[in-house]
């Protein structure tokens, strides 16, 4: 890599979909995205012109919500910031990783338990098809998942450990950091890097994946913004 070069994490989703999940690409001109019932997440070139914003556009739908993740340029005339939220990436220096007994794999028919888990808890998006992304593992207590966490974006040599959440009756017992371990186990095994997102204010999940042997790489943002409902004539 030369030196200035973009790292492959500054745009994990663009790496992601022109990589393993290029399988998952909805397409328009150099934007890309994941189709709507898998993941919010979409990509855009490192420097987008007008031409990607109109294809953007194009692809969400006028007055539509999207997604806008680490893009830290200007919006064009007309797009509106809905949403915006300080956020760490950090990257694995140094886990001690280990598969978990208890921990089981989790399918499409743990899906609407999924679902419900994340509603309780609020981790961040999971969608039907999310478990598609990757590899899903959980635990269970007398039959019911109270905790998961699971794979997402898949750039090259990189996985991201995402959906950690743990049901309220049984939080403080470790839950979590037993599954991100295993999870990173898991990635480890096939020759790749964890990495994860988090909210910069979220300093009690910050502090347990540094002493997990998790550090910051880059700060970064969450971000949306709402399409013109109306866009400006092409200049011919």
Known sequence: MTAGAPHVLDNPALASLTGLHA??????GRVLRYPVDVSPWLALP???DAGDWADLAALAGPGAEVPLTAYAGQLPEGWEITFHVEGVQLVDDGLTTAPDPEAVRLGPADVPEILD???RT??????????EMGTYLG????????????????PPGWTEISAVCTDSAVRGQGLATRLILAVAHGIRERGETPFLHTGAKNTGAIRLYESLGFRLRRTTAFLAARVPERLPEAVS
């Open 23 to 28: 399988h998952f690409a909805e397409k328009r």
């Open 122 to 131: 609020r981790p961040g998006p999971f969608l039907p098809r999310t478990i």
């Open 117 to 119: 888990l994340i509603e």
């Open 46 to 48: 490192d420097a987008p």
């Open 139 to 154: 635990i269970r207590r007398g039959g019911a998942l109270v905790a998961m966490a699971g794979e997402r974006l898949h």
